[in-house]
């Protein structure tokens, strides 16, 4: 794999049911983010990570946990969805931290009912 | 509060010049970042602003004047593949990341 990658692509998931959505990454960054993107709203940051076993809460980080074990991965888990967490989700890396550009993995979108 | 302000929406014919805006208020400022974003795809980097005036990238220039809080993306000689959304995007105090929403931009033959 090169870059960043994401799963699932996309998941429709009843109320109340545990998800954890997945990022890789392979460029051996610091760094990284989780954001959700909903229509006519900029990019949220909702968790995030400097470095591996350390994380940081966002701007919207309620109903999310994170988890850094190791450099590569970051997966973002909901305990107990509800309706507006439907929204795409991407995943970002850098390397040194937000003072460096972010790169994006291709993202997941998922719909809560 | 911090606010990033673009407008929504631009339309722009194949071959023009455009010039999309960006104003920010935030509690501090690291650099200016803008990003690509076609329709369901992921954001991609296309400039960096940290210093005042024009940086240019091929077709892309981005000019940033921190003294009035102001970025502005020139894209030349436009193509039907820049159809898409810029965001802009400010690092503040923290060195955080403040997006906006972002600009969609459609480019007419």
């Known amino acids: 794999i090169a870059g960043i990658t994401q799963a699932p692509t996309s998941q429709i998931l009843a109320a109340g049911r545990r998800m954890t959505l997945r990022c890789t990454q392979d460029?051996?960054?610091?760094?990284m983010y989780w954001y959700r993107q909903d229509l006519g709203l900029g990019l949220r940051l909702i968790h995030y990570?400097?470095?591996?076993?350390?994380?940081g809460k966002g701007e919207v980080p309620d109903g999310f946990s994170v988890s850094r074990a190791n450099t590569d991965d970051f997966p973002l888990t909901l305990a107990s969805a509800v309706p507006s967490q439907t929204s795409v989700y991407f995943c970002?890396?850098?390397?040194?931290?937000?003072?460096?550009?972010?790169?994006f993995g291709p993202g997941t979108r998922l719909t809560v009912l | 509060g911090q606010n990033i302000d673009q407008p929504t929406e631009m339309t722009a014919t194949e071959g023009a010049i455009v010039q999309i805006n960006c104003t920010y208020q935030?509690?501090?400022?690291?650099?200016l970042f803008w990003y690509q974003q076609h329709a369901g795809e992921a954001p991609t980097f296309l400039s960096y602003n940290v210093l005042d005036g024009l940086e240019e990238k091929g077709r892309f220039s981005s000019f940033l004047s921190r003294s009035k809080g102001y970025s502005y993306l020139l894209l030349k000689e436009l193509q039907m593949k820049d159809s898409a959304s810029y965001l802009c995007a400010v690092k503040d105090s923290n060195y955080q990341l403040i997006w906006g929403a972002g600009t969609k931009l459609i480019i007419k033959p």
């Open positions: 970002a890396s850098s390397e040194q931290g937000a003072a460096d550009t972010q790169y």
């Open positions: 460029m051996r960054h610091n760094a």
């Open positions: 935030t509690s501090g400022f690291n650099g």
């Open positions: 990570s400097n470095t591996a076993g350390t994380t």
